[in-house]
């Protein structure tokens, strides 16, 4: 079990940026698949985005593409998510997730829930209109 722990959030105007971290455990955090998550009231739980911070890839849900950037501090062990040009619905308690060891970051199930065994958790974002 990985330990998260994010920080970060906040309330912004729309436009505004905001920047979330995400302190891990794990002493192999590199080989870990890890993600940010969103849930908004009322909503499902849906991936973020996601990296493997061993090789540095990403994955984004399309609707933040262009906006949010997650990267990786592996000697911190550190999560980040730089959110830009923030939008009142992304709204949301965002999370933190590290998936099981064996289940890897690929494009067709980098925002699988159900992979992810290790939960952060969560930091509110609100962005005003």
Known sequence: QVQLVESGGGSVQAGGSLRLSCAASASMYSTYCMGWFRQAPGKEREGVAAIYPLLGTTYYVDSVK?????????AKRTLYLQMNGLKPEDSAVYYCAAKRPGYYCYSGSWSDKGDFGSWGQGTQVTVSS
Request: proline share 0%.
């Open 66 to 74: 262009g906006r949010f950037t997650i990267s990786t501090d592996n």
